[in-house]
């Protein structure tokens, strides 16, 4: 079999030596039977990351950037370069029969590229597969969810964290089924279990797959891509696993941690887009109550950084960008 390893990135020099490191590492256990291209898209880094890939890894497709397009297009770039979402038989018949989206934050470990490939393998009617994710420390970290809806929500918004007694309750909550988390019996074991969707950060899809429901949607700068596309190939029949045997690290958010605050923004408006093109999926009430819930979130967060501000835990220029932020999502188109 062929997988395509596709890895974005920007501004994370160190980072992603080590993950294509761990890459050639992984290949190497199932070298037998796989076959394994890496294509790293640089979205214009500064920090000399395109320079450290090719002196580094000569056999690495390089495709460096002179403007950061995001990581959905990006990701497109590198799949239409592999024959997808381009016309012709001949030069779809030269595509991979499998690619994997993986974050340049991120660990392979031992022979995971392999099982996720042996698991898509041997299920030929499933769409994505995604691995178990561990942060940088060797915690949990749930690589797969059930779509959002509107308790998600409200456990994301609400800061109950910051509200005498009620942390312990916030963290029992935010590992719920109620909010969209699979339990950790299933992560921690070794069956693979169905999921709505799994993170892009590690996200492995069928070629046949893609061929059959498009690339990424270019709407969404970055966040929910992943979420859209499992959502589209679950209604074409072809469901998402998690396959919790295969294993890697993620460094989580450093990309979008250097800017987080516009982060932030965009993540709003992926999500207001994911529930209006999919609207058909959630109830007429969902619809009504999703915009007063989040104004009143945002609110009540304002609420708790301003006292932040006047205990000296917040800068006045942190407390600025988190209220532009807040008042641009408000500001968003439903």
Known sequence: MRLAVIIVS???????????????????????????????????????????????????????????????????????GLGFGVDGEERFASAPDLVLLLNPDTEVVDDALGKLASFMRDNPTWGVCGPRLHYGDGALQHGGF????????????????????????????????????????????????????????????RGES?????????????????????LRMREAGMPTYAVPTAQIVHYEGRSSTQVRWRSFERLWASR????????????????????????????????????????GLLSGDRLGEQLDAYAKVLSLEG
Not at 172 to 191: A, E, F, P, T
Not at 210 to 226: H, N
């Open 146 to 205: 059930a779509f959002p809806g509107l308790a998600q929500i409200a456990l994301d918004l609400m800061p109950l964290a910051a509200l005498p007694g009620l942390s312990r309750l916030n963290d029992q909550l935010l590992h719920s089924r109620l909010n969209g988390r699979y339990s950790r019996q299933q992560w921690l074991g070794v069956r693979p279990f169905v999921v709505d969707f799994v993170l892009g950060a590690a996200l492995m899809a």
């Open 10 to 80: 920007y501004n994370v020099h160190d980072l992603l030596r080590h993950c294509l490191q761990s890459v050639y590492g992984s290949a190497r256990k199932s070298e037998d039977w796989l076959i394994v291209d890496v294509t790293v898209v640089d979205n214009a880094s500064h920090d000399g990351s395109a320079q450290m890939v090719a002196d580094a890894f000569p056999n690495v497709n390089l495709i460096a950037m002179t403007d950061n397009l995001g990581f959905t297009r990006a990701n497109n770039f590198a799949l239409r």
């Open 210 to 230: 893609i061929r059959a429901v498009g690339l990424l949607d270019e709407g969404y700068f970055m966040y929910c891509e992943e979420m859209d596309w499992c």
């Open 272 to 311: 207001f887009r994911f529930f209006g093109k999919h609207a058909h999926r959630y109830p007429q009430v969902f619809h009504l109550l999703l915009r007063p819930l989040v104004r009143l979130g945002l609110a009540l967060n304002g609420m708790v950084a301003r006292r932040q501000f006047a205990r």
